[in-house]
Nanobody, 125 residues
């Protein structure tokens, strides 16, 4: 069964850090572009960061609020992609999803091969 599983979410205080993981099973991530997305309550899903098969990262349009605080990385040996989040703010509270696309273009909200089920991140004191 092909699936993506996110983990690492939880409750964190403002200014804290979390590392989210996106693990693939049933297929290898080596040749996929992987994107991290998030959806806050009452808001549309938005892209955060994307990573290419070679490890290059790209911020999605509209993700200026996470620049300098979030980074993306991948470990092909573990078939996993990570989202490192630092200096977290209450406005980062959302369900975070990963998605993959077997293309040289990053996955989009409406264009992805697979989605994970999401992991909740809550930033609150």
């Amino acid at each position: 069964q092909l699936q993506l599983v996110e983990s690492g979410g939880g409750l964190v205080q403002p200014g804290g850090s979390l590392r989210l993981s996106c693990a693939a099973s049933g297929f290898t991530l080596d040749y996929y572009r992987i994107g991290w997305f998030r959806q806050a309550p009452g808001k549309e899903r938005e892209g955060v960061l994307c990573i290419s098969s070679s490890g290059g990262s790209t911020y999605y349009a509209g993700s200026d609020s996470v620049k300098g605080r979030f980074t993306i990385s991948r470990d092909n040996a573990k078939n996993t992609v990570y989202l490192q989040m630092q200096s977290l703010k209450p406005e980062d509270t959302a369900v975070y999803y990963c998605a993959v696309r077997s293309s040289n273009i990053c996955p989009g909200i409406r264009v992805a091969d697979y989605w994970g089920q999401g992991t909740q991140v809550t930033v609150s004191s």
